[in-house]
């Protein structure tokens, strides 16, 4: 059981939009504590998606936007294409049980 | 450039001991922490613990305290992921990742171990 819960899959058609939410608790994404996302292609490491809640690195592209409130993230993605099918994963910080990083169990992103 | 480059693939018995690396160039090593995350067949993304090359200072996640053992020797700007003991469910994919105030920002390619009889 992961401690930020993420729905195990979601999938949309090319050039829709679809939403991953991750939630969390009061001692981790409610406690202030930044959320990253990250992308895993088939075969590959993560790769780093958004960072500190909102921002893309540089390369990423602007259909990928992160949004933050309470204790809860959500990762966008719009004008879906058929390379965005991947694994997504938030991770955050949390302060009990000393875990410095955690993160949620994973989003299976399906472009019918 | 930032890298992170691990050691290659192993294959291990049960019982066996095993150390995998994670160099990484293109920045101040010991100035960084280095985290480790397992990924099991077909499963998410784990945290295992976080060193700090700089003074060496460590932090285990509870589920692998005592499992394992996390080491860095910042002259030659490596850290490492070792076992005393494998065990059949150690088989997974490692990997080493940089943090830096953007989270772990930065990857190594995975190592893939195996432990089988």
């Known amino acids: 059981q992961s401690v930020l819960t993420q729905p195990p899959s979601v999938s949309g058609a090319p050039g829709q939009m679809v939403t991953i939410s991750c939630t969390g608790s009061?001692?981790?994404?409610?406690?202030?504590?930044?959320v990253h996302w990250f992308q895993q292609l088939p075969g590959t490491a993560p790769k780093l998606l958004i960072y500190?809640?909102?921002n893309r690195p540089s390369g990423v592209p602007d259909r990928f936007s992160g949004s933050k409130s309470g204790t809860s993230a959500s990762l966008a993605i719009s004008g879906l294409q058929a390379e965005d099918e991947a694994d997504y994963y938030c991770?955050?910080?949390?302060?009990?049980?000393?875990?410095?990083?955690?993160f949620g169990g994973g989003t299976k992103l399906t472009v019918l | 450039e930032v890298q992170l480059v691990q050691s290659g693939a192993e294959v291990k018995e049960p019982g066996e001991s095993l150390k995998i690396s994670c160099k990484g160039s293109?920045?101040?090593?010991?100035?960084?922490?280095i985290g480790w995350v397992r990924q099991m067949p077909g499963k998410g993304l784990e945290w295992m613990g976080i060193?700090?090359?700089?003074?060496?200072?460590?932090r285990y996640s509870p589920s692998f305290q005592g499992q394992v053992t996390i080491s860095a020797d910042k002259s030659i700007s490596t850290a490492y992921l070792q076992w005393t003991s494998l065990k059949a469910s150690d088989t997974a994919i490692y990997y080493c990742?940089?943090?830096?105030?953007?989270?772990?920002?930065?990857w190594g390619q995975g190592t893939l171990v195996t432990v089988s009889s």
């Open positions: 990742a940089r943090s830096d105030t953007r989270g772990p920002a930065y």
């Open positions: 293109g920045y101040s090593f010991d100035t960084y922490w």
């Open positions: 060193i700090y090359p700089g003074d060496s200072d460590t």
């Open positions: 009061s001692s981790n994404i409610g406690a202030g504590y930044n």
């Open positions: 500190r809640n909102t």
């Open positions: 991770q955050s910080y949390d302060s009990s049980l000393s875990d410095y990083w955690v």
